[in-house]
Nanobody
Framework: QVQLVESGGGLVQAGGSLRLSCAAS????????IGWFRQAPGKQRELVAGITSVGITNDAESVKGRFTISRDNARNTLYLQMNSLKPEETAVYYC???????????WGQGTQVTVST
């Protein structure tokens, strides 16, 4: 059974920082590309940052220089360090794993990030 469990969301003031985590189980974590997405109320879900199985990263233009995605294959965990947060980045943040062995993309349940002015 594949599970992705996000944590680390919360309320932060504009300009503040948060670190999100996504713990994976049921997959061979190191083999799979995995990423962070977010969805604000009334908006489509969008890619924030992704990282391949070999550590190549891809960040949305809007977060470059402020957010850092990383993975710890020994802990089966994905991270997103978010700095200089903006109110418009208030959203539910999800992790997604593109699982090669099952040829399917799995989503976590999401974690709420709220950035106050």
């Amino acid at each position: 059974q594949v599970q992705l469990v996000e944590s680390g969301g919360g309320l932060v003031q504009a300009g503040g920082s948060l670190r999100l985590s996504c713990a994976a189980s049921g997959i061979i974590f190191s083999r799979n590309a995995i990423g962070w997405f977010r969805q604000a109320p009334g908006k489509q879900r969008e890619l924030v940052a992704g990282i391949t199985s070999v550590g190549i990263t891809n960040d949305a233009e809007s977060v470059k220089g402020r957010f850092t995605i990383s993975r710890d294959n020994a802990r089966n965990t994905l991270y997103l360090q978010m700095n200089s947060l903006k109110p418009e980045e208030t959203a539910v943040y999800y992790c997604r794993a593109d699982v090669v062995e099952y040829r399917w993309a799995y989503w976590g349940q999401g974690t709420q990030v709220t950035v106050s002015t």
